[in-house]
């Protein structure tokens, strides 16, 4: 490890990890924001953003981030941070003790039955080997469909795995209420391919929310929708959950079927109270799934349950901030 005598902090651009660096807990800065910081590869630094701290692990750039100062990080430690690709966060070197020991705990409502705690034990050392944990982090294992949770580590806040380290598993499940799920935890590197799509959402999205002066001053008003149309299982819902965890938003998802209702004025009072709920908890993003099913073109409603519910979810679009 290099001796921690660099720069104290660095301001780094975030962009996305690649798809064979998620779950790895590394991030990737070229070789002048190394020597700046004076780590080397396999040291640790602390990655701040506006919700919170990641410790990770410094692994070289790719060749084509030389010189872009930009930092990549998985959407895990973007959520924890608070941080979407674009942003900036402050990084700085920080010094890491080897664990002695790690207490790991399944989360409540995992079905699976542990029978061999110390064979489990094995399993989650060798996921973790190498790698900075801390109390609260997740941990998954997934060729055996089990979830953890770290519930104490020793001898300090923040620590890596090595051989030596003792791995207990606890057979008491941990409470959900103790567990922060929020938003969706599907991120960018989730969805494969589909770069292109994926670039317009955020410069739809993102921008808005992240420079609203920028509209402001050019006198633009940002949409307040988007159509996303496609055979099924081609990543609509998928690309909606990455776009609410990346930033941070309130997610709803409702089936267009689902509002319909033979009774009067029971369909709009629906769709009233899932705006209701957005705004209550913005930002928020509201995911109408089969939306030609309550909202099909203007010409082919022949039906006054169907032209009320258009009418109404149409207002309910301008009324949005």
């Given at each position: 490890?290099?001796?921690?005598?660099?720069?104290?902090?660095?301001?780094?651009?975030?962009?996305?990890?690649?798809?064979?660096?998620?779950?790895?807990?590394?991030?990737?800065?070229?070789?002048?924001?190394?020597?700046?910081?004076?780590?080397?590869?396999?040291?640790?630094?602390?990655?701040?953003?506006?919700?919170?701290?990641?410790?990770?692990?410094?692994?070289?750039?790719?060749?084509?981030?030389?010189?872009?100062?930009?930092?990549?990080?998985?959407?895990?430690?973007?959520?924890?941070?608070?941080?979407?690709?674009?942003?900036?966060?402050?990084?700085?070197?920080?010094?890491?003790?080897?664990?002695?020991?790690?207490?790991?705990?399944?989360?409540?409502?995992m079905t699976r039955i542990i029978a061999d705690p110390e064979y489990l034990a094995q399993v989650v050392k060798k996921n973790l080997i190498g790698?900075?944990?801390?109390?609260?982090?997740?941990?998954?294992?997934?060729?055996?469909?089990?979830?953890?949770?770290?519930?104490?580590?020793?001898?300090?806040?923040?620590?890596?795995?090595?051989?030596?380290?003792?791995?207990?598993?606890?057979?008491?499940?941990?409470?959900?209420?103790?567990?922060?799920?929020?938003?969706?935890?599907?991120?960018?590197?989730?969805?494969?391919?589909?770069?292109?799509?994926?670039?317009?959402?955020?410069?739809?999205?993102?921008?808005?929310?992240?420079?609203?002066?920028?509209?402001?001053?050019?006198?633009?008003?940002?949409?307040?929708?988007?159509?996303?149309?496609?055979?099924?299982?081609?990543?609509?819902?998928?690309?909606?959950?990455?776009?609410?965890?990346?930033?941070?938003?309130?997610?709803?998802?409702?089936?267009?079927?689902?509002?319909?209702?033979?009774?009067?004025?029971?369909?709009?009072?629906?769709?009233?109270?899932?705006?209701?709920?957005?705004?209550?908890?913005?930002?928020?993003?509201?995911?109408?799934?089969?939306?030609?099913?309550?909202?099909?073109?203007?010409?082919?409603?022949?039906?006054?349950?169907?032209?009320?519910?258009?009418?109404?979810?149409?207002?309910?679009?301008?009324?949005?901030?």
């Amino acid at each position: 490890m290099a001796a921690q005598s660099g720069e104290k902090n660095v301001k780094l651009r975030v962009a996305e990890a690649r798809s064979r660096d998620v779950g790895r807990k590394i991030a990737r800065i070229d070789r002048d924001t190394m020597r700046r910081l004076n780590v080397d590869v396999g040291d640790f630094i602390e990655v701040i953003g506006p919700r919170g701290r990641e410790i990770l692990k410094v692994w070289p750039a790719y060749p084509e981030d030389e010189g872009m100062g930009i930092i990549r990080f998985d959407g895990t430690a973007r959520r924890n941070l608070g941080v979407a690709p674009g942003d900036y966060v402050t990084v700085r070197p920080i010094k890491v003790e080897p664990a002695k020991r790690i207490v790991v705990a399944p989360i409540s409502g995992m079905t699976r039955i542990i029978a061999d705690p110390e064979y489990l034990a094995q399993v989650v050392k060798k996921n973790l080997i190498g790698n900075p944990v801390k109390r609260g982090d997740i941990i998954d294992v997934p060729f055996y469909g089990l979830r953890f949770v770290v519930t104490s580590v020793q001898p300090s806040a923040v620590v890596y795995v090595v051989d030596d380290t003792v791995i207990e598993v606890r057979q008491q499940p941990v409470r959900p209420e103790l567990i922060s799920e929020g938003v969706p935890r599907v991120t960018w590197e989730d969805i494969g391919d589909l770069e292109e799509v994926k670039q317009k959402i955020r410069e739809i999205v993102e921008l808005p929310l992240k420079h609203p002066e920028l509209f402001e001053r050019l006198g633009i008003e940002p949409p307040k929708g988007i159509l996303l149309y496609g055979p099924p299982g081609t990543g609509k819902t998928l690309l909606a959950k990455a776009l609410a965890n990346e930033i941070g938003a309130y997610f709803i998802s409702i089936n267009g079927p689902e509002i319909m209702s033979k009774f009067y004025g029971e369909s709009e009072e629906r769709l009233r109270k899932v705006f209701e709920e957005a705004q209550a908890n913005a930002p928020a993003i509201i995911f109408i799934d089969e939306i030609d099913s309550i909202a099909p073109k203007r010409e082919e409603v022949v039906g006054e349950v169907e032209k009320r519910v258009v009418a109404q979810l149409l207002a309910l679009m301008d009324g949005l901030k």
